[in-house]
């Protein structure tokens, strides 16, 4: 079955730029959408954006201007980098197959913490 | 933005106890609301797709209902198993967004 899994630094400097990637194993990425969505402490998720295999994207307008999701379907990866980062940027990120309709499945999530 | 929210936030039952979460949406969002399972460091699992689908090799105990702003999730008699937080999510408009979640505990 198809699994993900998120990979990337858990510690980011406020103003830099985190970056993190979505490995696919157990599957294709081509013909899917795949998202990120994150999850501050004690709040409640938020989706990122998607990409579809071929490279279309759509984010959320909230962080738009910040955030870009890219695909290598040559190694079965998709990546999010999110610009400009503060504290609020703090949380668990997910990667997930889907959009624009159903996530399934879900990465387990690798926090990301944004401090000096 | 759809703003979703759930109730209740928590919730004790006991194992065979039919548990109940309710979902509403801000807005008429059709049957466009999926239901999540999520275990603590554990990857959120897909449980019922618009509203009232049962993702295949999912459990029968679990059910969805509703359609419009208002949802219902069932699980028609509690397992130790199913102790999780569990939420919900639309996808009838942009952005996608989720309810804050409710977390089942066992009494």
């Known amino acids: 079955q198809v699994q993900l899994q998120e990979s990337g630094p858990g510690l980011v400097k406020p103003s830099e730029t985190l970056s993190l990637t979505c490995t696919v194993s157990g599957g294709s990425i081509s013909g899917y959408y795949w998202s990120w969505i994150r999850q501050p402490p004690g709040k409640g998720l938020e989706w990122i954006g998607y990409?579809?295999?071929?490279?279309?994207?759509n984010y959320n307008p909230s962080l738009k201007s910040r955030v870009s999701i890219s695909v290598d379907t040559s190694k079965n990866q998709f990546s999010l980098r999110l610009n400009s980062v503060t504290s609020a940027d703090t949380a668990v990120y997910y990667c997930?197959?889907?959009?624009?309709?159903?996530?399934?499945?879900w990465g387990q999530g690798t926090l990301v913490t944004v401090s000096s | 933005d759809i703003q979703m929210t759930q109730s209740p936030s928590s919730l004790s039952a006991s194992v065979g106890d039919r548990v109940t979460i309710t979902c509403q949406a801000s807005?008429?969002?059709?049957?466009?609301l999926n239901w999540y399972q999520h275990k603590p460091g554990k990857a959120p699992k897909l449980l019922i797709y618009d509203a009232s689908n049962l993702k295949a090799g999912v459990p029968s105990r679990f059910s969805g209902s509703g359609s419009g702003a208002d949802f219902t999730f069932t699980i028609s008699s509690l397992q130790p198993e199913d102790i999780a937080t569990y939420f919900c999510q639309q996808y009838d408009n942009f952005p996608f967004t989720f309810g804050p979640g409710t977390k089942v505990d066992m009494k």
């Open positions: 807005q008429d969002i059709s049957n466009h």
């Open positions: 990409i579809y295999y071929s490279g279309t994207t």
């Open positions: 997930a197959r889907g959009g624009p309709s159903l996530f399934d499945p």
